[in-house]
């Protein structure tokens, strides 16, 4: 055994991510993890959330980037702007409310006031603090910018075009929200909130495992023989013609269709009320909206934050390097007949209920292993050699038990975490 040391710093990440494994100290070291919050979340385009949660000027929502609290505004224009959520005095955090409609952010330390543009308005007693330009001391503004009502935001002082960004998984982005009537998608509520004792990572590293659903959810798998017919996923996932899709930038893609060609409502299990639901919506002639009810198919990974799963959106929180936070977002068909949302919410409720705890429980098992020093590697070599590549080398193909995926979002990773980033609030 060969023993791994570097300063994190200046580290050569080729030591640590190699094409067949990964050296542990990535999910354990708090240097790493501290050196993470700049070059990856930070540089990276993050989503903060989507524009449905602010639909007035004044709405705001208060989440994080990385470990840096944010707010997302409206203006008075109906601009959409992302702010570091810290006031410019002494830097008290404006906004403990997970959101609200606020006309001004009133610093509840000393009074300083800004609007929801981030613009300084007013400082208590002036006479006593001499201020010639307020604008110097404005709220910190982050490069913000949406796609299809998701916006994103990052520090990088020098980012290339969102859409650039998302490269070639704007093809699963537009699938996902195309099949709702009018193109339109809305988040429902307040997110569920979840914790696991583990790395962000682990997390990722699980969004395009094909695998591990035959193991890890075999009482779900075991609950839905019961209930319903089991799936070929569960029974035998390297049978199935479904897809792994590696993009750049550390995206990644699950392609269920090929494996579902009756189309996913057919395939779907029996949940509360979808009965009556589905008599109700076939004899109003809205037969061929059922499959929005479950979701596309298309599970899509946005690195480093965002997972579309089914009809939820699934937001990762680093907190430490060992604790993890998940913001899970249902979604709703605003222009849909209600039965639809209804049915989302209970096809959602079934997985989230009996499937997530599995990878919970999963991702702080390996959090515990990989705390033993003298083990150091992860084995990531399945599906080696990678499958088909296109063209332009812009995706890796291969089937959903392939460890491709992963091996490419952490040779994105890599560069990330070895390029210096410049970053800095607007």
């Known amino acids: 055994m060969t023993t791994v040391s570097f300063d994190p710093a200046s580290a050569d990440f080729g030591q640590l991510v190699q094409p067949h494994r990964v050296h542990r100290r990535i999910y354990t070291d708090p240097q790493i993890f501290d050196l993470e919050m700049t070059r990856v979340f930070a540089a990276s385009w993050c989503y903060v959330g989507h524009e449905s949660e602010i639909p007035e000027a004044g709405d705001y929502r208060a ?3 990385g470990r840096r609290p944010v707010l997302m505004t409206r203006d008075r224009d109906g601009s959409v702007n992302v702010l570091l959520n810290r006031c410019t005095h002494r830097g008290t955090v404006l906004a403990v409310e997970a959101g609200g409609c606020a006309k001004r952010f009133v610093c509840p330390y000393h009074g300083w006031t800004f609007a929801p543009d981030g613009q300084l308005l007013a400082i208590p007693f002036p006479a006593d603090h001499p201020v010639e330009d307020y604008s110097t001391l404005s709220l910190g503004r982050l490069a913000t910018a949406s796609y299809r009502g998701f916006v994103f935001a990052t520090l990088n002082a020098d980012p290339e075009p969102l859409e650039c960004w998302l490269g070639e998984a704007r093809d699963a982005f537009d699938t996902i929200v195309d099949r709702h009537p009018g193109g339109s998608i809305a988040v429902m509520g307040s997110p569920q909130l979840l914790e696991f004792v583990g790395n962000w990572k682990l997390s990722w ?5 094909g695998l591990h659903a035959t193991f890890a959810h075999e009482s779900y798998n075991t609950l839905g023989e019961k209930v319903d017919t089991e799936t070929v996923l569960a029974r035998d996932p390297g049978s199935t013609p479904m897809v792994s899709k590696a993009l750049r930038n550390g995206h990644m893609v699950v392609d269920q269709r090929p494996g579902i060609p009756q189309g996913p409502w057919e395939t779907m299990r029996k949940v509360p009320f979808r009965e009556p639901m589905e008599y109700a919506l076939v004899n109003a002639g809205h037969a061929g909206l059922l499959n929005l ?12 934050n965002l997972l579309f799963v089914g009809n939820q959106l699934l937001v990762i929180e680093p907190v430490a390097v060992d604790r993890t936070r998940l913001q899970l977002w249902l979604t709703s068909a605003p222009d849909a007949p209600g039965e639809i949302d209804l049915l989302r919410l209970r096809v959602d409720e079934d997985f989230v209920n009996f499937g997530t705890p599995d990878d919970l429980d999963m991702f702080e098992r390996v959090q515990r292993g990989l705390s033993i020093p003298e083990m150091e ?3 990531m070599s399945r599906g080696l050699p990678d499958g088909s590549v296109d063209g332009d080398g812009s995706t890796i193909y291969g089937p959903i038990t392939s460890e491709a995926p992963q091996r490419r979002y952490l040779a994105h990773y890599t560069t990330l975490m070895t390029t210096p980033a410049v970053t800095r609030a607007r």
């Open 205 to 209: 590293d699980n969004a395009a495992d």
């Open 293 to 304: 009810a479950t979701g596309s198919m298309v599970n899509l990974s946005l690195f480093p």
């Open 377 to 379: 590697w992860i084995d």
């Open 63 to 65: 989440t994080t980037l």
